[in-house]
């Protein structure tokens, strides 16, 4: 029924009796005018009922129509209601939040006995109250609200002490189960039911629309692959004491964020309580000048553009000037390198030779390709954008072949990486599961030829280079380390004790290009030197934790271990002395 029907309904019923009304007070006169007092009498009881009647009548309707057509008015799919939010689930149906039912606290003095004791029994019962929100309310001359997230158990509580003045009132409350598991990933809302930070406010309007159809959310990430990521993560951070620390796991093919940790993290359930620090999402929110582990990106464009091969030579006998900046190795070997063994001792020299060759437009170009000169394309609204050089010549490839010049966030690295490793095809990240099957297309950025090279390449450095200490038996993880000292703006130069160390990995490596594959990223932002004096280089605090990760996850996503490969095997002496890099 319209509204315009419930008017005109209305209107007919009042004209109605207003005509019985009329026609009663006629019937009045009629009999006190004839000398019938008794007619008069009847006339009068009768009127009376038919009064009484007609309202039990009208209310009646008025019921009735409410509990038939007030869902027609409103429509069929009526908006979730205040703060209403759908549970957010992991890939495998694991709660990560959910709204349960609290209740808020009003205090009207209007109605208070007994101010002194209304104080102090609250004080005594509700340790979060502050003096200051309560004598506000108590002088407010109103009912006003107190204090809210109070749960069914204190409410009745608080109920049971019988306080004049004091009621409740129910409230939708969001809550985090697993506290500070996933937090950067996850997010939280406010208290008006908005999303704020990570999936909360990513998806913020599926959540929000799907509370109405009292659905779940699913995440991409797998929180038995979380749990493993969190705990080597913050294992290698209490040994190596970072101020700042990332973990990533991405499944190559469709972009899937498998794994997403932040270092320190925070409770989601109290953000109010974390600093700043503690609640930014360093994978996706922070950017570092990566070192090494950009050489991957420079061997595949100089392996994609046709410029190198694995068995190109590199002079790395002395160090090499190339525009203002004179190039020098960590660990010097002070030879003529392949190609391979460039990428084994992370040659800055032999780098930024290939990277001449490339040339400073084509290596621009690679970039771009590489989704390095953007933000790494996901849902998060953290995402940050680079920062690249403003011209891109010499001095440009002098700095970014290896890692330096150039600020991206490790969601990027991720990205692009994953991308090197499914066949050559950049795919944007995402924090939704996907449906099982879903093919996901990209942007070519090298050929499939040239993304199998790498891949042999990159399982080469670790069974003989700078990536040793992330092997696992039987899983052929590849990997590149990655160590970027950190501009001094006092000093004017890079630092020789602040660095960011890295380590990025792919396993399997073996197999065809189409073959499950994962992508994992470690890193630590300032590492210390811990008890063993080693400098702390992205071989040495990054390397180890990824393979603890690897060898942890492996079960979880079906990866069987098999025999191992080993191509571009290097003589024994020469992977013993195959070195870390700044």
Do not use: C
């Amino acid at each position: 029924m319209s509204l315009g029907q419930q008017a005109f309904g209305s209107s007919w019923l009042s004209h109605r009796l207003t005509g019985w009304i009329w026609r009663f007070e006629h019937a009045f006169e009629r009999a006190r005018a004839s000398g019938r007092a008794e007619d008069d009498t009847r006339i009068r009881i009768f009127f009376v009922l038919a009064l009484f009647s007609a309202g039990f009548l009208t209310l009646a309707i008025g019921a009735t129509h409410a509990a038939l057509f007030s869902g027609s008015i409103r429509g069929d799919a009526a908006p979730a209601i205040g703060a209403a939010r759908a549970d957010l689930v992991d890939r495998n149906g694991e709660m990560l939040a959910a709204d349960l039912l609290h209740y808020g606290l009003y205090i009207d003095p209007r109605e208070i006995w007994d101010t002194g004791e209304t104080r102090r029994a609250l004080f005594a019962n509700l340790p979060e109250l502050t003096p200051e929100r309560l004598e506000k309310a108590l002088r407010a001359g109103r009912r006003t609200f107190v204090l809210g997230g109070l749960t069914p158990e204190l409410r009745a509580h608080v109920h049971d002490l019988g306080l004049p003045g004091v009621s409740f009132e129910p409230e939708q409350k969001r809550v985090y189960p697993l506290g500070f598991t996933a937090a950067h990933l996850v997010g939280f809302a406010d208290t008006g039911g908005e999303g704020l930070a990570g999936a909360e406010a990513a998806l913020n309007d599926d959540i929000r629309n799907a509370a109405a159809g009292q659905g779940a959310v699913p995440l991409s990430i797998d929180l038995r692959i979380q749990a493993a990521l969190e705990d080597e993560l913050y294992k290698a951070a209490a040994q190596f004491r970072p101020k700042g620390a990332v973990g990533i796991v991405t499944n190559v093919h469709t972009g899937e964020i498998l794994g997403l940790a932040s270092y320190p993290t925070f409770d989601p359930n109290k953000p109010g309580a974390a600093s700043l620090d503690a609640r930014q999402n360093r994978a996706a929110g922070a950017i570092y000048e990566m070192g090494s582990t950009f050489k991957g990106f420079t061997v595949a464009a100089g392996l994609d553009a046709g410029v190198a091969t694995p068995s190109s030579t590199f002079d790395a006998t002395h160090p090499f000037q190339l525009g203002y900046r004179t190039i020098t190795d960590y660990h010097a070997t002070h030879k003529v390198l392949t190609l391979v063994e460039v990428f084994q001792h992370s040659s800055n020299i032999g780098t930024a030779r290939l990277g001449e060759e490339i040339g400073p437009e084509r290596l621009h170009d690679y970039f771009n390709r590489f989704g390095l000169t953007q933000a790494a394309k996901t849902e998060l609204i953290e995402t940050a954008r680079p920062l690249t050089p403003r011209v891109w010549d010499q001095d440009a490839i002098a700095s970014t072949s290896f890692g330096h010049g150039i600020n991206v966030s490790p969601l990027a690295i991720a990205r692009a990486y994953s991308g090197l490793m499914n066949g050559g095809q950049l795919l944007p990240l995402t924090i939704r599961k996907l449906p099982a099957g879903t093919v996901v297309h990209g942007s070519r950025m090298i050929s499939e030829k040239t993304a199998l090279t790498l891949l042999q390449i990159m399982r080469s450095n670790v069974t003989g280079g700078s990536g040793k200490s992330a092997n696992v038996a039987g899983l052929n993880v590849g990997g590149k380390t990655g160590t970027g000292d950190k501009w001094d703006p006092a000093a004017k130069r890079y630092s020789t004790t602040r660095q960011v160390s890295s380590f990025v990995a792919a396993f399997p490596t073996d197999g065809p290009l189409s073959a499950p594959r994962y992508v994992v990223l470690v890193l630590l932002d300032e590492p210390q030197r811990d008890k063993t004096g080693l400098d702390p280089t992205g071989g040495i605090v990054a390397a180890p934790a990824v393979g603890h990760v690897i060898e942890r996850i492996a079960p979880f996503l079906g990866v069987q271990r098999r025999a191992e490969t080993n191509p571009f095997a290097a003589p024994a002496e020469a992977a013993a002395n195959a070195g870390e890099e700044h």
